[in-house]
């Protein structure tokens, strides 16, 4: 726990709150080691003054699942505090019947919200008994699917006591991931990877969900948590034609490390976050 803490700190120590209050972020789920100094850029826009319910939002990584699901327990452990889950946003949700139910051994082996923990827990710790989570693990969702899911949380997403954290790494790319795309005119490959990823990034900049679908379509770039990232920014797009204002800014990208040859591979990461105006 101390060691944890004192590392988290370190992180957002160093990194400035540009768009606090951050509605939404994006960060990423990888080890602290890789990518904890990346995430603390969203993390330090978070207002834990007006935050009182955080939904994360995580792909799934060992079960196929074609919708979303939910926890089946109360409580998550970190080694700072425990959160509680909300009970009564759970209920809602249940209701719409758009979600089934994640075993307990799916949800202990899932990485992408239990990442996501130790960071929320941080960033609220000012007001640690005044919050409660919402942990969601979205499935491989057809475009349909995303539209209407991001219809459903867009009706959490317009209200400033809720904060959605995104839990997505960008490209994994190398032999291991099966994924080798390489664009010659950029450079060494890592250049290349960092090029492909900012493409993608300054699409979900722009808040458009079909051209986000269509970005990985063309180039099937490994972007683990694109479903997730297609939920927001459908809910986004919901929110918009009501006329609410709204800008997301990447702060922080990062790569595991620099591939130069076809033996290497990487994971990218990226952090950012979501106002409204």
């Not at 799934?60 to 009564?88: F, G, M, N």
């Not at 209407?148 to 809720?162: H, I, M, R, T």
């Not at 450079?187 to 993608?200: N, P, V, W």
Request: aromatic share 12%.
């Amino acid at each position: 726990g101390p060691q944890l803490n004192a590392q988290l700190e370190g992180w957002l120590s160093q990194v400035q709150s540009t768009k606090r209050p951050a509605r939404a972020i994006i960060a990423p789920h990888a080890g602290y080691t890789y990518c904890g100094s990346c995430a603390a850029h969203a993390y330090k826009q978070v207002d834990p003054n007006i935050t009182r319910k955080v939904f994360i939002l995580g792909p799934s990584h060992h079960v196929p699942l074609s919708r979303c699901a939910l926890s089946s327990v109360d409580i998550y452990r970190t080694p700072l505090y425990d959160l509680r889950i909300d009970q009564k946003i759970y209920g809602e949700l249940w209701k719409t019947g758009m979600f089934e139910r994640m075993s307990l051994q799916t949800d202990e082996d899932e990485h992408s919200i239990e990442m996501h923990l130790p960071y929320t827990a941080k960033a609220m710790e000012s007001h640690k008994d005044e919050f409660t989570i919402i942990p969601v693990l979205v499935g491989a969702l057809s475009e349909s699917k995303e539209q209407e899911f991001g219809k459903l949380f867009s009706k959490y997403l317009a209200d400033p006591s809720n904060l959605f954290v995104v839990s997505s790494d960008f490209c994994h790319w190398g032999q291991r991931f099966r994924y080798s795309y390489y664009d010659e005119s950029q450079g060494e490959i890592y250049r290349s990877i960092e090029h492909l990823d900012k493409m993608g990034m300054s699409i979900i900049e722009q808040l458009d969900p079909v051209s986000f679908s269509n970005y990985l379509k063309k180039y099937h770039n490994t972007i683990c948590g694109r479903h997730p990232i297609g939920v927001l920014l459908n809910a986004i797009s919901e929110l918009q034609k009501n006329g609410m204002n709204m800008s997301f800014s990447f702060l922080n990208y990062a790569q595991s490390s620099q591939c130069r040859n076809w033996q290497d591979s990487s994971v990218s990461y990226a952090a950012g976050a979501l106002m409204v105006h």
